[in-house]
């Protein structure tokens, strides 16, 4: 079955700084990966994904990926946070089907 | 911009009633699906729904529930007796399908509480 995990429960970061979200994936075959955010009493909102191509993948409001096969990792980046990016941050990969398996989240907090 | 809709957004039931959580896809997509996250746990696939007959579900789906698209726009999910663990957000979600690996779309769920 394909699985993702997200090593971190929680990351902090100050205003201005990197900021990085950790996400490695477990699959069968090509992996197809995504990225979704969630914001506080909000429904989640798709950010970017993998399918094939370039490692570096771009996506919605400055944030970007960077695809690693060796280290089976997918990690979200964003070079200049924002306290706006405080959310809770979901990987999530694809399955033969379609559906979604998703990594338990992230909490991003970006203090001013 | 295109959305998925889902009304309401909080329902409170008593354990044994039936619920219907309604949702309004983006028009022209094709697959559809339900997803549950409880309180502080990983959101969960519940179901997939595509040309009016499920086409994948998970073991949470059991006889208490079911799905339906009973006209061009809706799509609902239906818990038959709900109960104290039936407690979550759902979400519902849909796809258009008119590419391979086009993204999945989300509500912005229905937080459904049984007491």
């Known amino acids: 079955a394909q699985s993702v995990a997200q090593p971190e429960d929680q990351v902090n970061v100050a205003e201005g700084n990197p900021l990085t979200v950790k996400c490695t994936y477990s699959v069968s075959g090509n992996p197809y990966l995504f990225w979704y955010v969630q914001y506080p009493n909000r429904g989640l909102q798709f950010l970017l994904k993998?399918?094939?191509?370039?490692?570096l993948v771009k996506g919605s409001y400055g944030f970007e990926a960077e695809f690693n096969k060796s280290q089976t990792s997918f990690h979200l980046k964003k070079p200049s946070a924002l306290v706006s990016d405080s959310a809770l941050y979901f990987c999530?990969?694809?399955?033969?089907?379609?559906?979604?398996?998703f990594g338990a989240g992230t909490t991003v907090t970006v203090r001013a | 911009e295109p959305e998925v809709t889902q009304t309401p957004s909080h329902q409170v039931t008593q354990m044994g009633q039936e619920v219907i959580l309604r949702c309004v896809p983006i028009s022209n997509h094709l697959y559809f699906y339900w997803y549950r996250q409880i309180l502080g746990q990983k959101v969960e696939f519940l179901v997939s729904f595509y040309n009016n007959e499920i086409s994948e579900k998970s073991e949470i789906f059991d006889d208490q529930f079911s799905v339906e698209r009973p006209d061009g726009s809706n799509f609902t999910l239906k818990i038959r007796s709900t109960k104290l663990e039936d407690s979550a957000m759902y979400f519902c979600a849909s796809r258009s399908g008119q590419r391979m690996n086009t993204e999945a779309f989300f509500g912005q769920g229905t937080r459904l509480t049984v007491v």
């Open positions: 999530a990969v694809r399955d033969y089907d379609y559906k979604l398996s």
């Open positions: 993998y399918i094939t191509g370039d490692n």
